[in-house]
């Protein structure tokens, strides 16, 4: 049973969820990009910046018909929720890559490599869960999306603490310490708000049964 | 038209809010101060607790009157979300002032010196948007001040990078940059909040609309 | 007169309430605990990661239900902004234990004790207005223990300043200022989310009265 027929508005929500998760998921395999490359070149900079540009816009045309239209598919403040935290992922990319230039790192660091990674899958399963959404038959994917949310951000936990320990062990440099510190705690970031939008996507599953 | 007439509860809620954002104009006002003695005198330093007081207490107020009353002017989140941002705005005045106190900052900055000029723009541009909010036919005006407020956040967000990255290019200090990436962070967060004031009025206005 | 008699529904909140906010207690002794000792021993250490988990468990009880319940002791968002900002309290005491941990910090610090007594008695003053909540007869009570959480906030905020400026005037260590800033940071920060459900709790009250 398709959700889509008993929301006849012209408005499709579903539609701007999909392009807007698509925005993070290009976000999070361009930082990919850079965290493998250590550094970022102007293109890869700018590539996030008109991502985020791109983001804002869909935030904005959500929250704008969310207030026009009367008619939801699903209730109004999770439409609103899931737009401002979809935003908030696009937003951390553009933090995190930011800091990357400010601070003038220039060397590949294996642990954020790992964090893109992570933090990769964990935009696609954020991905296929709002592209599920459509459909109340897909509820069981969207679950098992929302576990693998949950499961890489306590990944992502580990990941934050050894990474935090071993640079306030061997790092003697405290300059060094704030940038690192700021970049981990960042790159975890991405995935406690990728959570978030697994917590935002399961109450619209558990009102909807 | 005049929403007012409507609405012909005792309390006057747009009253109330006028006299927060003046609130936040004032806090922003006496930040300027601070920012171009490069010093907190006592003075100045108390005259931000007592505006953080006072906001306190409309905050207060309009958010019991606002559980009172059965029939608002605007959306009940709305009213919510904007005296809590309100209050943030006031509060993180408060917050950097403190943090000038406690770093001991005795020199004038010229970046913080702009950055206090920009937000004294924002702050009153948030506050003729709340002025005008009163009535339907100054809607014009009211996205002016939108727009400006989002300018600003922009001019904000590019003034704290270059501030950023200028500090841990010159500063040899690391307990320095400890210190003055708080004090350029809290500044931009200001913009920051007002931006976020600004979209709550544009959701007012387009359920209004 | 008891509020539950007219909320015949199976399900009660109050006692997954009293329940939450009594892991925020114990989350409070055991950090305590661990303020005492000036150093993180296993066993406490993993003391606070059960119940960390505990707490998560209770809340998205608490929210699922929420979504299926129709009737409610109080307004829906109440119970869920009730949830989230217990469930952040105990997550702020596992992130500030995990800091004494990853930092190593390994000295006992007189302001970190005096921070976690002041703590421990907000979340008790938690615990006591929401048994409290069940019976509007108790409203004095709830009131008396809203007024003395906010009263323990400012404590610690004057604390909190006191500790960061000695902090800058005394220790030569950027690596120890960058630590012991964040633990006091957040220490002050568990009792900032106290005041917020302080707050939730007025809402409560006002909107029965």
Chains 1, 2, 3 share one sequence.
Not at 62 to 81: A, C, V
Not at 99 to 115: A, H
Not at 179 to 198: G, M, N, Q, R
Request: aromatic content about 8%.
């Amino acid at each position: 049973m398709s959700l889509r027929k008993f929301f006849p508005n012209n408005f499709d929500f579903f539609e701007l969820f999909e392009k807007h998760a698509g925005y993070a998921v290009e976000a999070a395999t361009t930082f990919k990009e850079i965290a493998r490359t250590g550094e970022i070149d102007l293109n890869l900079y700018s590539k996030i910046r008109s991502i985020e540009h791109e983001g804002d816009e869909i935030t904005h045309l959500i929250l704008s018909q969310l207030n026009k239209t009367f008619i939801t598919p699903f209730d109004r403040e999770d439409i609103y929720n899931l737009a401002k935290e979809l935003d908030d992922i696009i937003d951390m990319f553009n933090t995190i890559t930011n800091q990357i230039r400010i601070y003038k790192i220039k060397n590949v660091d294996s642990t954020l490599v790992e964090f893109a990674d992570i933090i990769e899958e964990s935009a696609k399963s954020v991905q296929i869960a709002i592209t599920c959404l459509r459909d109340v038959k897909h509820h069981e994917s969207i679950m098992r999306c929302c576990v693998e949310i949950n499961r890489l951000e306590n990944v992502g936990d580990a990941m934050r603490d050894k990474a935090l320990a071993e640079l306030f062990e061997k790092e003697k440099d405290p300059i060094g310490i704030i940038k690192w510190k700021d970049i981990y705690t960042d790159a975890e970031t991405i995935l406690d708000i990728c959570e978030d939008v697994a917590h935002i996507i399961e109450t619209i599953l558990v009102k909807q049964t």
